[in-house]
């Protein structure tokens, strides 16, 4: 059973279009998280959700929009991609915001062209 | 701003030799500093954390030593095999707040 599983692992786009990442968890957590790691394998925090709530935005341009229908589920919605938006793209979970049991998915690899 | 300092960026160690990586970090209200492992294809997980209250942590063959004072943290693996080959990353945090990730080491271990 994946704790915190990620689709699709791979997606390569064109510039211009719209995508979307899905990520969910059954660990029971309520705290959820998007993260971008960069080609030298940077770690970045983009958004967290507590309980469908967002309670981080970093900055990130507005065209990327998380959503969380429940506290089981946050997706990634990137609007008009970018050739720098290329990048791994990590869900994670917590039990709290930064608590026990930090829990990451496999990843999302976005290649766009 | 690097609010926590990790090196060296990559590092080649022999099988059965120890392997070392240091972060340095200087909010002293840093709490919690966790060691996260990744292997290609794969996010980050867990290998060992540790609080300021202790100065080492030893899980196995992974050792984290903490020096409160110098403000800096290192993983030691010893008895480094080749299926340790992976991406480390060091990140500290403070209760409740977020995890500031190093720049991670890429450690190869040589058969």
């Known amino acids: 059973d994946t704790a915190v599983s990620q689709t699709p692992k791979y997606l390569v786009t064109q510039m211009g279009n719209d995508k979307s990442i899905k990520c969910e968890q059954n660990?029971?957590?309520?705290?959820m998280y998007w993260y971008k790691q960069d080609s030298k394998k940077f770690l970045k925090i983009m958004f967290s959700?507590?309980?469908?709530?967002l309670i981080i935005n970093e900055t990130v341009p507005n065209r990327f929009s998380p959503k969380s229908p429940d506290k089981a589920h946050l997706n990634l919605h990137i609007n008009s991609l970018e050739l720098g938006d290329s990048a791994v793209y990590f869900c994670?979970?917590?039990?709290?915001?930064w608590g026990y049991g930090y829990t990451f998915g496999s990843g999302t690899r976005l290649t766009v062209v | 701003q690097q609010q926590v300092k990790q090196s060296p960026q990559s590092l080649i160690v022999q099988k059965g030799g120890i392997s070392i990586i240091n972060c340095a970090y200087e909010?002293?209200?840093?709490?919690?500093f966790p060691w996260y492992q990744q292997f290609p294809g794969k996010g980050p997980a867990l290998l060992i954390a540790?609080?300021?209250?202790?100065s080492e942590k030893k899980e196995g063959r992974f050792t984290i030593s903490f020096n409160k004072s110098a403000k800096q943290f290192s993983l030691h693996i010893m008895d480094s095999q080749p299926g340790d080959s992976a991406t480390y990353f060091c990140?500290?945090?403070?209760?409740?707040?977020?995890?500031?990730f190093g720049t991670g080491t890429s450690l190869t271990v040589i058969p």
């Open positions: 540790i609080r300021p209250d202790v």
């Open positions: 994670a979970s917590s039990q709290q915001p």
């Open positions: 990140a500290a945090s403070y209760t409740g707040n977020q995890f500031y």
């Open positions: 660990l029971g957590h309520d705290t």
């Open positions: 959700y507590n309980n469908k709530e």
């Open positions: 909010n002293t209200a840093f709490d919690y």
